[in-house]
């Protein structure tokens, strides 16, 4: 089922009188909509809450947990799984926009533009809670990215690499295998590589596209592979996933001076993303007679967290061939 069609399903225009709170089905396909809509999204870990504050289970082992079996004699010790929380707090996001009453009455689609309009709205409105799950920044001088921090922020109390402006491509081939992404690979705790078919890289398409023409380039299977087909070549067998809400704008951090189209990148392992989006969504429509307009509310809330932040890398000041 395509987006467009599960939203229709989901939203029923006639229903929004009621309060405007979507039953559970439409609660379940709105956030599937949400999900599909986004590419980290997709990867991610998503928890429906029950409420503004959940608590997620964390169980660890601290090391070694086996030990040698001798006959009649019980072991002197005995293991202790370590119990911790990750603790999702979400915020509030609202998508509010109006629709004329001269738009719907003089709209080809007659009764239907009114689900087209809130189809768009709420698809979008998928892709800027991607952004604000990837690149929320509570520092931020953007009020929206204010609202939280995301992966991007959290992956600071993880591990750090500074690609100091090298690039993806072949101009950045030598410092590549000196850093970047084997640095990144490198900075990642051997622990979190036991599954390693999880883990991914995530960067933006223009890095994506840098790393695929140093394939593209060379005259060899992998370089036609990398010409003609759509996906990335992965580095040690990890993907490199690419995610169109990773900017590729930005001034220099972290004492790097240059700027200010720089970019980042992030190694993880999937379920080590965690989303929190909570079942309550409201799609609240009233109406201004008085400016002839409908009005409309679609309210949901987010939350954003690594279940192990030592199992997160970030690549920052990502220089791309201009």
Do not use: C
């Amino acid at each position: 089922m395509g987006n467009d069609e599960m939203l229709e399903k989901a939203i029923d225009t006639s229903d929004l009188a009621d309060g405007g709170l979507l039953n559970t089905q439409q609660a379940n396909k709105y956030i599937q909509m949400t999900i599909d809509s986004s590419v980290m999204l997709q990867e991610a870990r998503v928890v429906r809450m029950r409420g503004p504050v959940q608590e997620l289970d964390k169980i660890a082992t601290t090391g070694r947990v086996s030990q040698l079996k001798t006959e009649g004699v019980a072991p002197e010790t005995l293991a202790e799984p370590a119990f911790e929380k990750v603790n999702l707090s979400s915020v509030e996001i609202i998508t509010p926009f109006e629709i004329t009453f001269e738009s719907l009455e003089d709209s080809i689609e007659r009764g239907n533009f009114e689900d087209t309009v809130i189809s768009v709205m709420a698809k979008q409105s998928a892709t800027d809670l991607e952004e604000l799950a990837v690149l929320g920044d509570t520092g931020s001088g953007d009020t929206y990215l204010a609202g939280l921090d995301g992966w991007r922020v959290l992956a600071d109390d993880g591990h750090i690499v500074d690609f100091e402006g090298a690039t993806l491509d072949r101009s950045g081939l030598a410092a590549m295998y000196r850093g970047g992404l084997a640095a990144m690979y490198r900075a990642l705790p051997d622990t979190y590589k036991r599954n390693h078919s999880d883990l991914r890289f995530y960067f933006a398409p223009a890095a994506v596209q840098d790393w695929n023409d140093t394939f593209a380039e060379r005259p060899t299977a992998a370089g036609d592979e990398a010409l003609t087909g759509g996906v990335a070549p992965p580095y040690m067998g990890v993907p490199v996933v690419s995610v169109p809400v990773i900017p590729t704008n930005l001034e220099g951090i972290s004492g790097y001076a240059s700027g200010p189209k720089l970019s980042f990148g992030l190694l993880t392992l999937r379920d080590n993303l965690i989303f929190g989006i909570q079942r309550q969504i409201r799609i609240d429509k009233d109406k201004d007679i008085l400016r002839g307009v409908n009005i409309y509310v679609i309210s949901t809330r987010i939350a954003v967290a690594y279940e192990e932040t030592d199992a997160a890398v970030v690549g920052i000041n990502l220089g791309l061939t201009t």
